[in-house]
């Protein structure tokens, strides 16, 4: 990782909420921004941002989530994600972030990001696949 990832470094992202992002199970006229995706999307604004300042070989993982959705945003509408780092502790990331469409902040909290290196979890997560198919023979 590179010393340019540092408090106070950030990012904003725009995403337009469509029928994919929302939910359904309150039928079509409640459609509004699941908050599955809005995690998503904050974890994807934090990664990108990371990733900017990642040496080759290594990307991040999410570790820590603690958000509260504030508000319904529609389907159709434009969620402004504003993430920035507020410690960088070895390979430990926190971030603040917030949320807002057109009309209200519809998210706020912090997301915490561990670096990894790609060669390394591979290998993790292959031994931990052939535990897993001996556990099942």
Do not use: W
């Amino acid at each position: 990782m590179k010393d340019t990832l540092r408090p106070g470094v950030s990012r904003t992202s725009r995403v337009t909420i469509d029928r994919d992002r929302t939910i359904g199970f309150m039928g079509e006229e409640a459609r509004v921004y699941a908050t599955p995706r809005l995690i998503s999307d904050i974890e994807m604004t934090c990664r990108t941002l990371m990733i900017e300042h990642c040496d080759e070989g290594e990307d991040s993982v999410g570790v820590e989530v603690a958000l509260k959705h504030l508000a319904a945003t529609l389907m159709g509408s434009t969620v402004e994600i504003t993430v920035s780092v507020t410690a960088v502790d070895r390979r430990k990331v926190v971030f603040d972030v917030s949320a807002k469409d057109e009309i209200d902040q519809i998210s706020a909290g912090t997301h915490t990001r561990f670096v990894v290196n790609l060669d390394n979890r591979i290998e993790a997560l292959r031994a931990k696949t052939a535990k897993l198919a001996a556990l099942k023979a």
